[in-house]
């Protein structure tokens, strides 16, 4: 099995930063792409950012200057620096990563997320 914890999350004024991560845990043999989604209330689950195994990365226009995604591979946690947070940041923030693990002794590829932190900018 695979786990993937969050933290970082919490209440921040406009304006300010916030530093969230998710760090992998279980039988990972690689893990692909790691991701940032959120979901605000009444609205769907979206793309804040992804990044490759190889470092490539990928924004949401909303989030673009703003925010920066980073990886440790060596201990397979991913990062989301968001700065200059706007009102309109407030979501619950997930982690999702795309991970090759071994189950039941077979090694296979799946999606595995996170439980979600809240993250709550006040104007």
């Known amino acids: 099995q695979v786990q993937l914890v969050e933290s970082g999350g919490g209440l921040v004024q406009a304006g300010g930063s916030l530093r969230l991560s998710c760090a992998a845990s279980?039988?990972?043999?690689?893990?692909?792409?790691m991701g940032w989604y959120r979901q605000a209330p009444g609205n769907q689950r979206e793309l804040v950012a992804v990044?490759?195994?190889?470092?490539?990365?990928n924004y949401a226009d909303s989030v673009k200057g703003r925010f920066t995604i980073s990886r440790d591979n060596a201990k397979n946690t991913v990062y989301l620096q968001m700065n200059s947070l706007k009102a309109e940041d407030t979501a619950v923030y997930y982690c999702?990563?795309?991970?090759?693990?071994?189950?039941?002794?077979?090694?296979?590829?799946?999606?595995?997320w996170g439980q979600g932190t809240q993250v709550t900018v006040s104007s």
């Open positions: 999702k990563a795309v991970v090759v693990a071994i189950v039941e002794g077979v090694p296979g590829a799946r999606d595995y």
């Open positions: 279980g039988s990972i043999v690689h893990i692909n792409a």
């Open positions: 990044i490759t195994s190889g470092g490539s990365t």
